[in-house]
């Protein structure tokens, strides 16, 4: 049976991995939370998945990569230093980070992608979420995989397009741009809305995540599959076969 260690065990996350590991055929090593030391967890589990903050992310691969452990990472709120640490480990350990692990946000990517690709620079792409009053991060990690892959449609970078910051005298909008809006309020575990806004029509798609339960079931399935495998950088669609 696969023995599975938790990087953030008392959050929302790490409480519904917690609930749903035995129903999945695992076993639950142990969890930290902040202060703890990921090398403890190390000894035991054949795989770690980490939902905890991004300032965690140094000491737990450093611990992942000195035990050859493989790890999921589903923390949000990265920038350019966590991915650089991430592919540094990814070329001893296997790696596989997501910001979302759902199936369904999985397909949505690919047919927001497939949309971009098809749809010309004149269809306005802007990327819409909501989250509970707790979230601290903003775009979501979600959000910005889908403002990924609807980049990769057009053949250009996010980074070259991503507008998150409006708000005063901002002028009109920039042809080819994608943007980002984010709403937190009550309890919503994750909404994201993809709008393809064309001259006189417009394309919505999207996906409604209606329990945390749904991103525990998609992470541990993901990290049995990652248990065992060659050290790489993998993503869901790996996982999943998209
Ligand atoms: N990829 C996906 O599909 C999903 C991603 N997420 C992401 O997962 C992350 C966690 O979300 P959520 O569970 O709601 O957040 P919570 O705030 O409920 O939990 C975060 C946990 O991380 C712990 N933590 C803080 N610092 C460290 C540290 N240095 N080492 C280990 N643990 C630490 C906290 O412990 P303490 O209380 O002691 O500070 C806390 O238990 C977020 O980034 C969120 O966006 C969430 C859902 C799905
Ligand atoms: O913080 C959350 O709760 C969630 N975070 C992820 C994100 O930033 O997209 C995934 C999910 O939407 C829930």
Same mark, same amino acid.
């Given at each position: 049976?696969?023995?599975?260690?938790?990087?953030?065990?008392?959050?929302?996350?790490?409480?519904?991995?917690?609930? #749903?590991?035995?129903?999945?055929?695992?076993?639950? $090593?142990?969890?930290?939370?902040?202060?703890?030391?990921?090398?403890?967890?190390?000894?035991? #589990?054949?795989? @770690?998945?980490?939902?905890? +903050?991004?300032?965690?992310?140094?000491?737990?691969?450093?611990?992942?990569?000195?035990?050859?452990?493989?790890?999921?990472? /589903?923390?949000?709120?990265?920038?350019?230093?966590?991915?650089?640490?991430?592919?540094?480990?990814?070329?001893?350990?296997?790696?596989?980070?997501?910001?979302?692990?759902?199936?369904? +946000?999985?397909?949505? #990517?690919?047919? +927001?992608?497939?949309?971009?690709?098809?749809?010309?620079?004149?269809?306005?792409?802007?990327?819409?979420?909501?989250?509970?009053?707790?979230?601290?991060?903003?775009?979501?990690?979600?959000?910005? @995989?889908? /403002?990924? #892959?609807?980049?990769?449609?057009?053949?250009?970078?996010?980074?070259?397009?991503?507008?998150?910051?409006?708000?005063?005298?901002?002028?009109?909008?920039?042809?080819?741009?994608?943007?980002?809006?984010?709403?937190?309020? /009550?309890? $919503?575990?994750?909404?994201?809305? +993809?709008?393809?806004?064309?001259?006189?029509?417009?394309?919505?798609?999207?996906?409604?995540?209606?329990?945390?339960?749904?991103?525990?079931?998609?992470?541990?399935?993901?990290?049995?599959?990652?248990? /065992?495998?060659?050290?790489?950088?993998?993503?869901?669609?790996?996982?999943?076969?998209?």
């Amino acid at each position: 049976m696969t023995s599975i260690g938790i990087i953030g065990s008392a959050g929302r996350m790490g409480q519904a991995l917690a609930a #749903a590991i035995p129903d999945l055929g695992a076993t639950l $090593v142990g969890g930290i939370d902040a202060g703890g030391d990921p090398a403890v967890l190390t000894r035991d #589990a054949d795989v @770690l998945i980490d939902f905890s +903050v991004p300032g965690a992310l140094e000491a737990t691969l450093a611990a992942a990569r000195a035990s050859g452990t493989p790890i999921l990472i /589903g923390t949000t709120g990265l920038g350019p230093q966590h991915h650089a640490l991430i592919d540094a480990a990814a070329a001893e350990i296997a790696v596989l980070q997501t910001g979302n692990v759902s199936l369904g +946000v999985t397909l949505l #990517a690919r047919l +927001v992608r497939d949309a971009a690709a098809r749809l010309g620079p004149d269809w306005d792409i802007e990327i819409l979420e909501m989250h509970h009053r707790h979230k601290v991060d903003a775009p979501s990690g979600t959000a910005l @995989l889908l /403002g990924e #892959a609807a980049a990769e449609g057009r053949d250009i970078t996010l980074a070259e397009a991503k507008v998150a910051d409006r708000a005063g005298l901002t002028g009109a909008r920039s042809e080819g741009t994608i943007g980002f809006a984010s709403l937190r309020g /009550g309890s $919503v575990a994750g909404d994201h809305l +993809v709008v393809f806004a064309g001259e006189g029509e417009r394309i919505e798609i999207g996906h409604r995540a209606e329990n945390r339960e749904i991103f525990a079931r998609g992470a541990i399935t993901a990290a049995l599959w990652l248990a /065992g495998k060659p050290a790489g950088r993998y993503g869901m669609s790996d996982v999943l076969g998209l």
